[in-house]
C-alpha cells in the first residue's frame, strides 16, 4: 500500500529530541561572517570606481551608495540573531544587483553574493527539515 504524503518520514531512530547543540545557533555565525566577507569586498569597490576610467565613476552619490551598503553590511553582521535578520540579509543583496548604474562590477559582486546567499538558504532549509524528521546526530544522543 502507498505511504500518505501526510505521514511525516522520520528517521531509523525516530524523531529524536532537542539537538544537544542548536545548529541555528551555528547559522548566526556563518551569517554574520558571510555579511562580513561581503562588507570588505563592497568596500573594495570603492578603489574600483576611484581607478577605472580614470576616475569618472567617482562621484558624490557613488561612493555614498557603496559606503552606505559597506557600512549596512557590517551593521547587519551584529544582529543575525534577531528575528527577521535573514530577509534584511537578502534585502541588502537587491542594490548590489540593481548597481549596474554605478559600474557592471557592483552588480557583479551582488550577484555572485547573491549565489552565496542561496546555498545558504538552501542549508538553513536542508538543516530545519533534518531537524523535523531526526536526523541529525546529537538529537539522538543518551537515549
Known amino acids: ?25 551555528g547559522l548566526g555565525g556563518v551569517l554574520s561572517g558571510t555579511l562580513i566577507m561581503e562588507a570588505i569586498t563592497v568596500l573594495l569597490i570603492l578603489t574600483v570606481i576611484l581607478k577605472v576610467d580614470d576616475g569618472v565613476h567617482w562621484t558624490t552619490f557613488n561612493w555614498v551608495y557603496i559606503t552606505v551598503i559597506g557600512v549596512a553590511h557590517v551593521v547587519m553582521a551584529a544582529f543575525q540573531r534577531k528575528p527577521g535578520a535573514l530577509w534584511i540579509d537578502l534585502a541588502l543583496q537587491i542594490p548590489l544587483i540593481l548597481g549596474f548604474f554605478i559600474h557592471w562590477s557592483v552588480t557583479a559582486v551582488g550577484i555572485i553574493f547573491g549565489i552565496v546567499w542561496y546555498f545558504i538558504i538552501r542549508l538553513r532549509s536542508e538543516m530545519i527539515q533534518r531537524m523535523r524528521h531526526g536526523y541529525l546526530v546529537t538529537q539522538h544522543l543518551g537515549t
Open 1 to 25: 500500500m502507498a505511504r500518505k504524503k501526510t505521514q511525516l518520514e522520520m528517521g531509523p531512530l525516530g524523531p529524536g529530541k532537542q539537538p544537544v547543540k542548536d545548529p541555528m545557533a
